[in-house]
């Protein structure tokens, strides 16, 4: 059997200047990065203003397990088979990290013969976006650093510096350090630490800018460090959101690639879902929404916390009005969920998969909650069976939709033409009556235990007196509008990610708050999750290698 790498490597790729003909981008709108990659530039996506919008939906999925979902490879397969059937479709997909690219996914651009091309180009450096974060990011640390280092004008307490510095890689070491070690000549020691870079507030803040105007606005007030007085010292304070603007100015122009199937493709951004708001960028799908009747985007493992951040930061700040919703779901997963061990998930095990879609029904619950109607395309296995997958069929029938199974990952498009139709009909019914949560007045705590109650089915929230008191300070400074971000382990609905399945009557404790004034909300760091990953105990970096002819291998 061939694998992903195998499949992207034998595609029949078109010239970039073809896909984009066929959404009416004139060559002269297109930056080439060689000859299967391009950029749109901003101007002509201005141009597009007066446009009328096409439908938009968002694909989610149930909690990740070991056992996989397949949410990248469902929304191409989504986007292959409404093309199939007649349809202008294009699909919105994040950029991968390096950080799992070689710890623990070893690629992000779907599998099979559904996937985006070029595969090692868009796993890799792809057209240089992150580096050019990872830059601007960096610069501002850099910057800040040395202002106190030159007479501190604006009399930055050195303990109250908040902006860490950030790498596209998951390397534990650097989650804490202590940084101008070495005499005075080095600046003044202090201690600081690592993120990753999709965790950036810069990734955040190009994700959601409508404009390189927008953006370097946001980068400007983004709150750097505060005083012995607590008021904050912003980066147009340090007089460095300008330069940082000028490092961004390309990143900020949407990538167009394709699909195996030589249908466009939008990669752009790339923000976590478990620590930052996991959705590709504003600008983006917005743009697709002018050159399409139907864009298919995704948001970061299960709704709990990608599609709940979709619907509440992206869709709010940018105005999106999501028709439908596809949660994808797998066999193996639901039996993961159902407590089978994942050596033993070629087993028939009908029981286990009832017990375990459970997982999967809660996810239908949450997204109707935003008034999206939700339908299931079930990523077929060639272990599953007809006994399994009528256990989802029919649990799903019971809350009043329809599990769709597909078999992209074989087939391409051809597998999900029944899920496209039943999408289009979704989406023509006009069923969709999408609101946020919870209104934007809401002080800040309240939203937190909100998607503590509703999403996750805790019974509070809950957090020491420094954190509300935090909280209570933003909003005394007029930060109390803003959405929150919750920072939670991804694989479970409570922040312990042993519990898997719907478990209800659990608290979160929220043990850090952070504000990203810039991007526009507030983090809400739960339980142990970590804003820099580590690698597993046998990264995928081990297995990813040149062959004799100079190709990659391992990269899946």
């Known amino acids: 059997m061939a694998t992903d790498i195998e499949i992207a490597r034998a595609a029949t790729m078109k010239p970039i200047g073809e896909i984009a003909a066929r959404l009416g981008i004139p060559d002269d709108a297109l930056e080439p990065y060689g000859r299967t990659k391009a950029k749109i530039a901003m101007d002509w996506i201005k141009q597009q203003a007066g446009r009328e919008d096409g439908k938009l939906i968002l694909v989610t999925a149930i909690n990740p397990t070991p056992a996989g979902e397949g949410k990248t490879t469902t929304s191409v397969g989504l986007t292959d088979g409404l093309n199939r059937i007649g349809k202008n479709a294009v699909v919105c997909l994040r950029e ?9 996914k070893g690629g992000a651009a779907g599998g099979g013969y559904a996937q985006v091309v070029p595969m090692e180009d868009i796993n890799l450096h792809f057209t240089g976006d992150f580096h050019a974060i990872t830059s601007a990011h960096n610069l501002l640390s850099a910057m800040i650093d040395n202002h106190i280092y030159w007479g501190n004008a604006l009399d930055i307490d050195t303990r109250r510096v908040t902006w860490r510095r950030v790498l596209d890689m998951n390397d534990r070491a650097l989650r804490q350090v202590v940084v101008s070690l070495g005499g005075v000549s080095n600046g003044y020691p202090r201690e600081a630490g690592f993120d990753i870079t999709v965790a950036s507030e810069i990734m955040a803040i190009l994700c959601l800018a409508t404009s390189i105007e927008d953006l370097e606005e946001s980068i400007g007030n983004i709150i750097v460090a505060y005083r012995r007085d607590k008021s904050a010292v912003t980066a147009r304070d340090i007089k460095a959101h300008g330069a940082m603007t000028v490092l961004l100015k390309s990143a900020i122009q949407p990538n167009l690639v394709q699909t195996l199937e030589n249908n466009p493709a939008f990669i752009h951004g790339g923000p976590f879902a478990n620590i930052a708001h996991g959705c590709n960028s504003v600008t983006a799908t917005k743009t697709a929404l002018k050159l399409a009747d139907y864009v298919v985007t995704e948001a970061g493992f299960g709704a709990d916390l990608g599609a709940e951040k979709f619907f ?3 869709c709010r700040k940018a105005g999106l009005k999501p028709s439908a919703c596809v949660i994808v779901a797998t066999v193996r997963a639901l039996k993961m969920n159902g407590g089978v061990a994942k050596a033993d998930l070629g087993k028939e095990d009908a029981g ?23 339908v299931v395309a079930i990523n077929h296995f060639v272990t599953d069976t ?6 989802i069929q029919e649990a799903v029938a019971e809350v009043g939709t329809e599990a769709i199974v597909c078999t992209h990952w074989a087939n391409g498009g051809a597998g999900t033409e029944a899920l496209a139709n039943k999408v289009v009909e979704v989406v023509q019914s006009g ?21 503590a109650t509703r999403i996750y089915r805790a019974d509070e929230a809950i957090a020491n007196k420094s954190v509300r008191d935090q909280l209570k300070a933003w909003e005394d400074a007029g930060f109390g509008h803003l959405p929150v971000c919750m920072a939670k382990t991804q694989y479970s609905f409570t922040t312990d990610p042993t519990q898997l399945g719907a478990p209800v009557h659990h608290t979160v404790p929220v043990r850090e708050v952070r504000l ?5 909300f507030v983090v809400a760091i739960c339980g142990d999750i970590m804003t820099m990953p580590g690698l597993p105990k046998v990264p995928s970096a081990e297995a990813i290698h040149l062959d004799e002819n100079g190709q990659i291998e391992g990269l899946f």
């Open 96 to 104: 991968p990290s390096l950080g799992p690219s070689f710890g623990m």
């Open 312 to 314: 509440d930061i992206k």
């Open 352 to 374: 286990a998969v009832k017990k375990g879609v459970v997982n999967l029904l809660r996810h239908i619950e949450n997204v109707r909650q935003f008034g999206v109607p939700a």
């Open 386 to 391: 007809e006994a399994e997958l009528k256990v």
């Open 431 to 451: 069923a969709a009556q999408f609101a946020p949560l919870y209104p934007a007045e809401m002080p800040l705590f309240e939203k937190i235990n909100t998607i």
């Open 516 to 520: 990203s004034a810039g991007a526009g």
